[in-house]
Nanobody, 123 residues
Framework: QVQLVESGGGLVQAGGSLRLSCAAS????????VGWFRQAPGKEREFVAT????????LYAHSVKGRFTISRDNAKNTMYLQMNSLKPEDTAIYYC????????????????WGQGTQVTVSS
């Protein structure tokens, strides 16, 4: 088991920035590929970004590429999502997810999930 706790969400104006964190506990963090997903009201959960266990490989959704950066610090058992140039359509609950296997963009394949953190971008 691995426990995931997100933080860093909040209200920001369009064009602003936020950095989300996902703190992991319970098992060796570096054994897990991790990712970020988001869910807006009335919509399905969608892929945002993922990073491999070592941090050497990343994958982004087209809608956030060039604006968001995923990273991890295995020594601190923490993953991050730096979000720049935020848009109102980025408004959603952001979830971090983990799995021992690289799962890419498929949310159904991730075994562990956090509770989410709300990000609201005003226009």
């Amino acid at each position: 088991q691995v426990q995931l706790v997100e933080s860093g969400g909040g209200l920001v104006q369009a064009g602003g920035s936020l950095r989300l964190s996902c703190a992991a506990s319970g098992r060796t963090f570096s054994n897990f590929a991790v990712g970020w997903f988001r869910q807006a009201p009335g919509k399905e959960r969608e892929f945002v970004a993922t990073i491999s266990r070592s941090g050497a490989s990343t994958l982004y959704a087209h809608s956030v590429k060039g604006r968001f950066t995923i990273s991890r610090d295995n020594a601190k058992n923490t993953m991050y999502l730096q979000m720049n140039s935020l848009k109102p359509e980025d408004t959603a609950i952001y979830y971090c997810a983990a799995d021992e296997t690289w799962r890419g963009y498929d949310a159904r394949q991730y075994a562990y999930w956090g509770q989410g953190t709300q990000v609201t971008v005003s226009s």
